[in-house]
């Protein structure tokens, strides 16, 4: 069985940065695609990027360019996001997800994390 | 800019009612790109259909996808109460993007 365990929720400061975690356990990690995806409250879902461990070289949308780092380590299985220049409007659920590659549906997501951004 | 717009925003149907919700693309898109995805509140997004027409693993077969070109429709056959939810296409032939979603109540 298929689980993503995401790191528990965060209020940080604007300017800061937060870094969420995501185990994955189940199945090979390195095999497959992972990306995160956030939702601000109320709000659609909207893709940030994703990464394949085994290939390390991750792929970022175009409105997180700059501000957005996502890493996997293979040895725990676990896929970050860090994302940095913190403001009011990035308060929302961060979600990670799996997909058999980068460009696939994804078939298993995380729990989400509530990151708060607020002075 | 690549857009995917979903109507209706809402559909308030009863329980044994058809839901045909619609994604359309602002530019043709194989379907093999196509998914859609369940959301009920509280809960992460869950995946229902992916190449437009392939139900995922668990999915009851109430549940339909077609399409192809610029329009994807997801068909509810015979509502349940537990179909209660935010319903989103999502296209991943290149950076993934999301519609805005229909709310379907019943």
């Known amino acids: 069985q298929v689980q993503l365990v995401q790191s528990g929720a965060e209020l940080k400061k604007p300017g800061s940065s937060v870094k969420v975690s995501c185990k994955a356990s189940?199945?090979?990690?390195?095999?497959?695609?992972f990306s995160w995806v956030r939702q601000a409250p109320g709000r659609g879902l909207e893709w940030m990027g994703g990464i394949i461990p085994i290939v390390r070289a991750p792929n970022y949308a175009q409105t997180f360019q700059g501000r957005v780092t996502i890493t996997a380590d293979v040895s725990s299985g676990t896929a970050y996001m860090e994302l940095s220049g913190l403001r009011s409007e990035d308060t929302a659920v961060y979600y990670c997800?799996?997909?058999?590659?980068?460009?696939?549906?994804?078939?298993?997501w995380g729990q989400g994390t509530l990151v708060t951004v607020s002075s | 800019e690549f857009v995917l717009t979903q109507s209706p925003g809402t559909l308030s149907l009863s329980a044994g009612e058809r839901a045909t919700l619609s994604c359309r693309a602002s530019e043709s898109i194989g379907s093999i790109y196509i998914a859609w995805y369940q959301q009920k509140p509280g809960q992460a997004p869950r995946l229902l259909m992916s190449g437009a027409s392939t139900r995922a693993t668990g999915i009851p077969d109430r549940f339909s996808g077609s399409g192809s070109g610029t329009h994807f429709t997801l068909t509810i056959s015979s509502l349940e109460p537990e179909d209660s939810a935010v319903y989103y296409c999502q296209q991943y032939a290149n950076s993934p993007l999301f519609g805005q979603g229909t709310r379907v109540e019943i």
């Open positions: 189940g199945d090979s990690f390195s095999s497959f695609a």
């Open positions: 997800a799996r997909s058999i590659t980068l460009l696939r549906a994804f078939d298993f």
